[in-house]
């Protein structure tokens, strides 16, 4: 069977290669992958800045995001042959941690948990894989190929999740809500916000392709500015870029009482000079909450497929602006113009 794998640490040793069993583990459900979605944190596993094999192995196979149908399940693991189902990414740590222990694997403490094509565990990018039941996500059949858009929705909706639970416990009456990027996760975060019935502002570098009308079509705005031309004073940004200046600007133009999630994943190495007291006091002054958000438990999971069975179908498959076969899946990780989510296609949906 073919799979997807590169030498972590290593730029640019991504290949297509032979592998002879499915990765993941010898119990579990047998999946025949549909599609495998490529995101910012495999173009820096491909990069050679981020992903770690499995302990004594070199190679490490990549692909988080899934898509697959179960061809093989277990008596009494609550999945049949023919259920379409995404792979949750983290596996608890050993201890485990409080978190771990209580399934918020997403709240790591101690940092030993591992992920599937990330860290320490193969991925889910070959002709099958395996997955442990209590870990796989049934994905209503409805939702196609874009049913590979699971696990970057769970993201969101984990983001969304603490946002609405600090304007729960609070005062707060928020109505104004930023998203810095219009790549995936910066599309689906404005879908979740739209769906609250917020007034939402999209800001992107890009004034052409598809992403304008994307923003459009969910009755948001779509802005190529800065952060204050976009919203100045947002009650809520979303940060999905992990650029550098943006993640300063994004914090700094934050309203009162406002509330800042930064889910963009930075490289490091950006050094330039900021106000930090003035940063500093207007967070204080005027309550803001400024946090990060990585991750996703089973519950994130459910309401990510809940948000995009609620979407516009033809939103949702406008999300997937390339697929790429798996013989030439090595052209998925060079973006190109237009880009918005590259899948990887390893069959087709009967
Ligand atoms: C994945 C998450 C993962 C994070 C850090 C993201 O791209 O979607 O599941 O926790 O990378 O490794």
């Known amino acids: ?33 549909l599609a495998i979605g490529v995101c910012g944190t495999d173009a820096g596993i491909v990069a050679g800045s981020d992903g770690v094999a499995p302990p004594g192995e070199d190679r490490l196979i990549i692909g988080h995001e899934s898509l697959g149908v179960v061809e093989r399940a277990p008596d009494g693991s609550g999945f049949a042959p023919g259920d379409h189902v995404a792979g949750i990414v983290r596996r608890p740590d050993p201890v485990p941690c409080p978190c771990c222990a209580r399934g918020e694997w997403d709240m790591c403490s101690n940092g030993r948990y591992r992920e599937r094509g990330i860290k320490a565990l193969h991925g889910f990018a070959a002709t099958s894989f395996t997955v442990e039941p209590e870990f796989a996500v049934r994905v209503p059949p409805e939702l ?3 049913g590979v858009l699971v696990e970057p929705a769970s993201i969101v909706a984990k983001a969304w999740r603490r946002i609405d639970d600090f304007v729960g416990r609070n005062c707060l009456e928020p109505s104004r809500v930023l998203v810095t ?56 940004t979303l940060e999905c870029t992990g650029a550098d200046q943006v993640t300063i600007d994004a914090i700094a133009n934050s309203g009162r009482n406002g509330i800042v999630c930064l889910t963009g994943v930075s490289e490091g190495g950006y050094a330039t000079e900021v106000d ?32 995009l069975l609620r979407a516009d179908e033809t939103w949702r498959t406008g999300l997937i602006t390339r697929s ?11 973006s190109q113009d237009g880009d918005v989510k590259t899948i990887v296609a390893f069959d087709e949906l009967e």
Do not use: W
């Open 1 to 33: 069977m073919k799979a997807i794998a590169v030498e972590p640490g290593v730029a640019d040793s991504v290949r297509v290669e032979d592998v002879e069993t499915a990765p993941g583990p010898d119990d579990g459900l047998l999946v025949r992958t």
């Open 144 to 146: 196609g190929v874009t």
């Open 181 to 236: 990027g219009a790549g995936p996760i910066g599309l689906l975060a404005a879908l979740l916000g739209a769906q609250r019935g917020f007034e939402v502002h999209v800001l992107d570098r890009v004034t052409s392709g598809p992403k304008p009308g994307l923003v459009e079509q969910l009755g948001a705005r779509y802005h190529t500015t800065g952060v204050a031309d976009a919203c100045e004073g947002a009650d809520i």
């Open 276 to 307: 930090v007291g003035a940063i500093n006091r207007s967070i204080v002054l005027d309550n803001d909450i400024v946090f990060g958000s990585v991750n996703a438990n089973r519950s994130d999971y459910e309401a990510g497929i809940d948000a």
């Open 324 to 334: 790429v076969p798996i013989d030439s899946a090595t052209d998925a990780f060079t």
